[in-house]
Every structure is written in C-alpha cells, then in structure tokens.
C-alpha cells in the first residue's frame, strides 16, 4: 500500500523560510509519478499550489511564482517543498499528492503557520 508521509511544517515568522518533505512508500516506480503539493486554510477548498512532472517540469500557482520551489529525488522517493519569503497568507495545512493513471495518494498534512 503507497503511503505518503510530510514533514517540516511549523511556525514561522514573516519573510522566512521552510522546506517540506514528503516521503513515499510501496511505490513501485515513483518517478513515474506526478508530484503535487496543496494547501488548505479554514474556510477554503484545497488548492495546488505546485507539482514536478515525472519528468521533472514544475508548475506552480501564480501566488508563490518566485518564492518556492518544488523538487524531486527519485533515488529517495521524496518530493520537497521549498518555500521562501512565506506570508501570513500562505499559512495553511500542506498535503503532498502522488498522481499516476488511476493513482491518486494523499499525504496526512503538516501545518504551516506565518505569523509573528
């Protein structure tokens, strides 16, 4: 069974950093997976805010163009998440995504909340 787990949210001031992880396991073949992270805040559907292809080409929502950025490494089936100058606005729990065909995984979340 394809289990999906995240890593590295937390409480962080305006204007900083943090990296997320998602780590995969009993994925037979990840890199043929399309990689995707999504946020949701209270009162708010889930949104993507960016994904790695399998073959390696990001796309991200026009909020975080700029300030994030998404990678993969198939060696240690992992995608991360790497966000810089986080706003209040970009508080939110984070869920990692693994799209493939008829696969679709999520990840249990980690909060990220900015705020001073």
């Known amino acids: 069974q394809v289990q999906l787990v995240e890593s590295g949210g937390g409480l962080v001031q305006p204007g900083g950093s943090l990296r997320l992880s998602c780590a995969a396991s009993?994925?037979?073949?990840?890199?043929?997976?399309?990689m995707g992270w999504y946020r949701q805040s209270p009162g708010n559907e889930r949104a993507l805010v960016a994904l790695?292809?399998?073959?390696?080409?990001?796309n991200y929502t026009d909020s975080v163009k700029g300030r994030f950025t998404i990678s993969r490494d198939n060696a240690k089936n992992t995608v991360y998440l790497q966000m810089n100058s986080l706003k209040p606005e970009d508080t939110a729990v984070y869920y990692c995504?693994?799209?493939?065909?008829?696969?679709?995984?999520w990840g249990q979340g980690t909060q990220v909340t900015v705020s001073s």
């Open positions: 995504n693994a799209n493939f065909r008829e696969y679709n995984i």
């Open positions: 009993g994925v037979m073949i990840f890199g043929m997976y399309t």
């Open positions: 790695i292809t399998s073959g390696g080409s990001p």
